[in-house]
């Protein structure tokens, strides 16, 4: 028997994660104020099946306790035995039971054998055929006083709204980490497996909050009654931990130099790209949920829930994580610099603070196991310059000090903005939007303003960034940043997007 299987909640005070569900129905079944439909959604695991058949045994069980099944009475002790006909269980996604699902929820008009009432669970009730929901719906139009009908699905928005409206619904939500670690935790100990605590740790986390899921994660890394952290971590293609922390140092210090390194380090490795997204998303987790109120955090977070999100639609997988770490390392706002540039440049020299954030830790070491930022950040500043791009990789052992009082950097001698528009010949729209645009350029850093969301969008999109770099790295050497922002009004630098 799977752990799934054997651990499966019996009554209300075994379902995990879903208090608020279990008080309203457990409450129902002490008053006898029971619905006559009911719709579960949510997604996978959350506990939709498992409440719909607690709740129709509590319906027809002869001796509740508490709003609980009593699991003594006959028909609790028939409904576990799978023998208590007036319980129809349907799984609408099973084909084998499309021809005859119709006729069966047509037999609801029978009054019921056993028990007090005919209950039918239909699961994925989304996926009914339109001759069973015309069917349902009929039932469910003038529902016969014995008869109780409790649907469950994962896509609540395919469910036509004639059904919807006629049914009490309950969103079940995921399950919170902490009560899935808590329950990964009873079961090993009860079944004396011996786990590492942060093996349990991390499939609680990569469940979402699914328990199904987390048990078979669990049930299939627990070798010789042993469940280890690095078994856990091959299976879902986790990062080290110890590669993590470094990306988020090297965020945090915007250090674009190691992170194209670690880039390439990523690419010739042939890691897996949603591996490499959950590990990056689990750590900010920890780290947002230690160190709340982190600016900075919460943005990295934002930005590689966002490009997750992109998966689907990027098929090379590695250069999503580029674009994604790149645009995590660019500080959030950036300005043209006016033309009073000099002077700021020279106001921020004696003010180092306000050029940049403060570091996470000032040891000179760029590898630090947890970067704890400071309690409070103070927020970028809106006329920041961008920072200069290096051709040549900082010395690991440059103090921020140094770097910050480095002048600003002249455009590279060779750069003429009319060569690179020639060279975009062949891609006259982007070619047409970059001559719209205002530009500054600072070593090897070109900054676009555009006073067009359409001409900007154009160029801002990830692959003309990427072809725009190769001409800009190809006409004028060096390794190119460009950084897009969209100035309506001329005096107010209103930046919505930055990319490298
Ligand atoms: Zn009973």
Not at 61 to 74: I, M, V
Not at 377 to 384: C, D, F, L, R
Request: aromatic fraction near 8%; hydrophobic fraction near 35%; proline fraction near 6%.
């Amino acid at each position: 028997m799977s752990l799934y299987t054997k651990y499966r909640p019996k009554d209300w005070d075994e379902l995990i994660g879903q208090d608020a569900i279990c008080t309203i129905l457990k409450t129902s079944l002490q008053t006898g104020r029971v619905g006559h439909a009911y719709m579960f959604t949510g997604s996978r695991g959350t506990g939709k099946t498992s409440s719909a058949r607690i709740l129709a045994k509590g319906i027809n069980c002869s001796d509740l306790n508490n709003g609980n099944p009593c699991h003594t009475c006959k028909n609790c002790k028939d409904f576990d035995a799978g023998s208590f006909i007036d319980v129809v269980e349907l799984d609408a996604a099973s084909h084998t039971q499309v021809d005859k699902m119709r006729s069966l929820i047509e037999t609801a008009s029978f009054a019921p054998n056993q028990g007090k009432y005919k209950i039918f669970i239909i699961d994925e009730v989304h996926m009914l055929s339109d001759g069973a929901f015309n069917a349902l719906l009929k039932t469910l139009e003038e529902p016969p006083a014995h008869v109780k009908f409790i649907l469950a699905t994962t896509e609540i928005q395919k469910v036509p709204e004639t059904i919807r409206s006629r049914t009490l619904r309950f969103d079940f939500g995921r399950v919170p980490t902490e009560v899935l670690f808590a329950h990964l935790q009873n079961i090993t100990k009860q079944e004396g497996i011996d786990a590492e605590e942060k093996a349990l740790k991390v499939i609680a986390q990569s469940a979402r909050g699914g328990v199904r899921d987390a048990l078979t994660l669990l049930e299939q890394n627990t070798i010789d009654n042993k469940l280890s952290t690095g078994q856990v971590m091959a299976t879902l293609s986790l990062i080290d931990e110890s590669l993590i922390t470094n990306i988020v140092s090297c965020l945090y210090e915007y250090n674009t130099q190691e992170i194209k390194e670690i880039i390439q380090k990523l690419k010739n490795e042939h890691i897996e790209v949603q591996g490499f997204f959950d590990s990056i998303l689990y750590f900010l987790r920890d780290r947002l949920i230690e160190t709340i109120g982190s600016e900075k955090f919460e943005r990295y977070n934002e930005i590689f829930q966002e490009n997750y999100r992109d998966i689907k639609f990027i098929p090379d997988g590695l250069l999503l994580i580029e674009i994604t770490l790149l645009r995590a390392c660019t500080p959030k706002q950036q300005s043209i610099p006016q033309k009073q540039a000099p002077e700021k440049t020279q106001n921020e020299t004696q003010n180092p603070q306000q050029k940049q954030d403060p570091k996470p830790n000032s040891a000179p070491t760029k590898i630090q196991k947890t970067p704890v930022p400071p309690p409070k950040e103070n927020p970028p500043q809106a006329t920041k310059t961008p920072q200069p791009k290096d051709e040549t990789p900082p010395k690991k052992d440059e103090t921020p000090s140094k770097k910050e009082e480095t002048p600003k950097t002249p455009p590279v001698e060779n750069f003429s903005y009319r060569r690179l528009l020639d060279a975009l010949g062949d891609h006259s729209g982007i070619r047409f939007a970059l001559k719209s645009a205002s530009f500054s350029c600072e070593g090897t850093c070109l900054t676009l303003s555009f006073t067009s969301k359409w001409n900007h969008d154009k160029v801002a999109d990830p692959e003309a960034i990427i072809l725009i770099q190769e001409r800009l790295n190809s006409l004028f050497g060096g390794q190119w940043t460009l950084v897009c922002n969209i100035n309506k009004n001329p005096d107010t630098s209103y930046v919505e997007e930055v990319f490298v």
